[in-house]
């Protein structure tokens, strides 16, 4: 017979057929909604919609209000419900369960990132943190710690504040309950160091990649190649660049052109960006790109414009590389300080 309190992992550990156990459990029982997390954590998609059916259906309250946390985050995914609705849906959402109500907010959370509302997150962090840490010892806490622990690296990389996104990566690689998110928190980390020390974004780079070959996740290799590209790119390394994936995403077609830029093939750099003008989609693949281009033409005005894009999609990090280039080519430092800010 199933506790009400066994652990999911170790229940699953057992299974001759993980996908078929977790359809197979009761689903007013805590294992049936503890494996709603089970599930996404480990993409089984199909699985985790079926069981979310299942759950809605059931006659216990707390697993039909578990199920309800998870459709509305998949309405989101699959492109039917906003950010904004979804983000009101869970603020409203009522349930004694403590577990469900962490996670509620983690979700609220990744919105607001999202909508790129970092300084909001990093605020309401704080309070959903401590709601965490008030949760029994188990899967669900552990998942919770590392989601949390996901979105909160990005918001510090964003912010500047790396010193906080490495402390958040390193509590992920000491909870995570899957190798993919080790992997993004490798990934993170090295990020954090990539305008700072080759050396060591180099050694995180090349950790995360591993992990993900292992693992044969050929979306975020992909990820995580690209952003080793750019780091050899910033620092003058000369390397093949290479491409993991045919896929044609406005980031790696302004990665290809960036190492054109540093190879000195400035003509089809230009066109390459050109080309893409019309594909790109938000404030920050605009800050790449106004960057890129003043670096073919050496052109303030087009530093001017990255950093504008840059802080409209609020981040502080990357703002750093057009403003490099305006130190280097006699911008005062008082114009540059409040740009900043």
């Known amino acids: 017979m199933v506790e009400s309190n066994q652990d999911i992992a170790e229940y699953l550990s057992t299974a001759d057929d993980v996908e078929q156990a977790i359809l197979n459990l009761d689903p007013n029982s805590h294992l049936a909604r503890t494996a709603l997390e089970y599930a996404i954590n480990n993409s089984m998609t199909n699985v985790l919609d079926e069981l979310i059916e299942k759950l809605l259906t059931s006659d216990n309250e707390e697993s039909q209000s578990w199920a309800e946390v998870y459709r509305i985050d998949r309405e989101v995914v699959k492109g039917n419900l906003s950010l904004i609705e979804a983000t009101n849906k869970l603020t409203y959402m009522k349930s004694e369960a403590k577990e469900l109500n962490a996670l509620r907010k983690i979700f609220q959370l990744y919105n607001y990132h999202d909508l790129k509302y970092f300084e909001m997150v990093s605020t309401l962090s704080e309070l959903v943190q401590a709601e965490i840490e008030e949760l029994v010892n188990g899967y669900i806490k552990k998942s919770l710690i590392s989601r949390l622990g996901l979105v909160m690296q990005a918001v510090y990389l964003h912010l500047n504040d790396l010193e906080k996104c490495r402390n958040y990566g390193n509590i992920i ?144 990090y990357y703002r750093n590389l057009p403003l490099i280039e305006l130190k280097k080519i006699g911008v005062n430092n008082v114009v540059l300080d409040a740009l900043r800010v």
């Open 173 to 316: 690689l000491d909870n995570a309950v899957t190798e993919k998110a080790r992997g993004v928190a490798l990934r993170n980390i090295a990020n954090s160091y990539t305008l700072i020390n080759y050396d060591i974004a180099i050694m995180y780079f090349n950790e995360s990649k591993a992990l993900f070959q292992k693992l044969g996740q050929h979306v975020e290799l992909t990820n995580s190649q690209r952003s080793l590209n750019f780091a050899h790119c910033y620092w003058n390394k000369q390397e093949n660049f290479s491409r993991t994936s045919p896929y044609n995403a406005p980031e790696e077609i302004q990665g290809y052109a960036y190492y054109l830029i540093k190879n000195k093939e400035y003509t089809q750099a230009e066109k390459l960006l050109e080309q893409l003008q019309t594909n790109i989609t938000n404030n920050f693949q605009l800050g790449f790109q106004y960057y890129y281009k003043g670096l073919i033409k050496n052109c303030e005005d087009y530093f001017l414009e990255s950093v504008t894009h840059f802080k409209k999609a609020g981040d502080y």
